[in-house]
């Protein structure tokens, strides 16, 4: 019997907005905010030492992995600290990260896909990452929030998948899953029992070995017509 899914999960970076370029804008505004306010900070950790920082930091907390907010906290706690400067100064210069951060750029299809996608069915945001969707815009667009972050796992595990899944109140097979990564997205996405689309905007071959999604698109737009246009037309499991 072949079914539509009865509730959609969506990832959020590089599947509704370039991920990298607003991580660049926000770095420069936390930047800008360690040359106003901690100048010895910003001396001792431009940009590129401050990205590097990071890194090592999520590499001393690999029980951090789902926590890109924290991650960040103690990079900045540790770079005033090293710097001499106050380490209250933190949570504001965090702020100016953050805020910069979920001033997001949609790709041009992307918002009005959500927003036909939303209309016909309930959708849940299901991201590793640490957007606020009211500050963007779309809170209003979800059902449902699934965050690494909240929920202590991360894509691929299994759990956050499950999480996805109560949230919506469907069944795995019931939901499918959108996202742009092979491994994040779909792998886990069908390890859950969940059906997958591929949001291939890049137009890159599908890495070999990985299982294939269920359906594959260049935008998200394209999935939009698609389930528009096949009332019945995924197979369910």
Known sequence: METLPRALSLD?????????????RA???????????????????????MR????QVAAEHP????????????????????????????????EAFYA??????????????????????????LTNGNADLDRIGIGAHFRAFVSARDQGHA???????????????VEPHEVLHVGDDPLLDVVG????????CWI???KVSWPMGLPRPDLEFATLSGLADWLESHPAALESR
């Open 12 to 24: 959020l970076d590089d599947t509704l907005w370039p991920i990298w370029p607003l991580i660049e």
């Open 27 to 49: 770095e420069l505004a936390l930047d800008a905010f360690l040359r106003e306010r901690c100048p010895r900070t910003a001396q001792r950790f431009p940009i590129h030492r």
């Open 52 to 55: 590097r920082l990071r890194e």
């Open 63 to 94: 029980h951090l992995v789902h926590d890109f907010t924290e991650q960040r906290m103690i990079s900045l706690r540790r770079a005033l600290a090293e710097s001499g400067d106050d380490v209250a100064h933190a949570d504001a210069a965090f």
């Open 100 to 125: 910069s951060r979920n001033d997001v750029v949609f790709y041009p299809d992307a918002l009005p896909a959500l927003e036909r996608l939303a209309a016909r069915w309930p959708v849940a945001a």
């Open 155 to 169: 894509k691929p595990e299994l759990p956050i998948f499950m999480a996805t899944c109560e949230r919506l109140g």
């Open 189 to 196: 996405a069908r390890r859950a029992g969940m059906r997958s």
């Open 200 to 202: 291939n905007r890049k």
